[in-house]
């Protein structure tokens, strides 16, 4: 073949391949669809703060919002009985991956899809309340992080009667319709009988019977109150603290949040952190792994919170012991 024609060839072979490369490098990069369900209020300002972390991950991920993924936002506005259709809306977009950022949300979630994977962001007991086989195993399409609520249930309460020994009488707000809620219940019941402490039960399904709850509180003379982890609660978190301070209650809270309000102390997991984490789960869904095959995970580091200026309020002293232990006291 002459060199005229072999060079011709080479060079049409050539165009082709940097066409092509061109080309490849014109296509828009996938951009993926992630779901969140979520419990909270939109406008809900800590709720804010955990969806600016979660979003802080996948940045620091390489992931840029309308680049590379679009987050398709469904909310309760506190008003559960629509979790069911807020999930099969995002299973019919359909989304990528969902978002469940607890145990009700994750089980909503679970009941609407067997296909897509789905993260749950602070589930307190993923195995007790059905939604994994176990934290090595998950075993389906549901995987992500616990809190350990659960088991923290117990240390609260410890914490609380370090603060006030004479403690004998505490008032526990719970939902009974919430399966998280309920296992950390049956948890604080447990721990109270070695430390002689009495709980009066008050069960909250929603806003309107907090009035009821609160009433119970002040008629059984409760020396104490634990508001024990629930949208519900964080939601009214303001209301709930208000009402221990009117009733000069000494009160424990599983979230910061509560007591940055004006509650006296909080012991639990650093939310940000894990909304920031739960990014991590997301990059790999989305680059191909299975939920099956990713283990949850579970936190190894707590935050204990104590408002100084509340206890102040009401005439409490907190041990120096406790203080010590505290990650950030407020004044």
């Not at 939604?131 to 410890?158: E, H």
Request: proline share 6%; hydrophobic share 45%; charged share 20%.
């Amino acid at each position: 073949m002459p060199c005229t024609m072999v060079g011709l060839l080479v060079t049409l072979t050539l165009g082709i391949l940097m066409a092509s490369l061109a080309a490849d490098a014109q296509q828009p990069a996938q951009v993926h669809r992630i779901g969140l369900l979520s419990s909270y209020s939109a406008d809900d300002p800590e709720h804010a703060e955990l969806l600016a972390s979660f979003r802080q991950g996948l940045r620091d991920l390489g992931y840029q919002e309308g680049q590379h993924f679009t987050l398709e936002l469904r909310y309760t506005q506190g008003k559960d009985e629509a979790l069911p259709n807020l999930a099969a809306d995002l299973v019919r977009l359909p989304v990528d991956v969902i978002v469940a950022i607890a145990t009700r949300e994750g089980r909503a979630a679970k009941q609407a899809t067997a296909r897509l994977p789905i993260i749950i962001v602070n589930s307190s007991d993923p195995v007790g309340a059905g939604l994994v086989t176990s934290l090595a195993r998950p075993g389906g399409n549901v995987t992500g992080l616990s809190t350990i609520d659960t088991q923290l249930a117990g240390k609260r309460l410890q914490l609380l009667k370090e603060a006030i020994p004479s403690l004998s009488r505490l008032a526990v707000l719970w939902n009974p319709t919430n399966p998280a809620t309920v296992l950390q219940f049956r948890e604080t019941e447990g721990a109270a009988l070695p430390l002689g402490t009495r709980l009066l039960s008050l069960e909250v399904r929603g806003p309107e019977d907090f009035d009821g709850a609160f009433a119970a509180a002040s008629r059984e003379h409760a020396d104490g109150l634990i508001a024990l982890g629930d949208p519900l609660f964080t939601n009214h978190r303001t209301w709930i603290v208000e009402f221990a301070a009117k009733s000069r209650l000494p009160a424990i809270y599983v979230r910061r949040e509560f007591a940055a309000a004006g509650g006296l102390m909080s012991y639990g997991t650093n939310y940000r952190a894990l909304f920031r984490h739960a990014a991590t789960y997301v990059d790999k869904i989305l680059k191909g792994a299975k939920p099956a095959d990713l283990p949850v995970e579970q936190p190894t580091k707590f935050e204990l919170v104590i408002n100084l200026k509340t206890a102040q309020t009401l005439g409490l002293t907190i041990p120096p012991s406790l203080l010590f232990q505290a990650d950030e006291v407020i004044r």
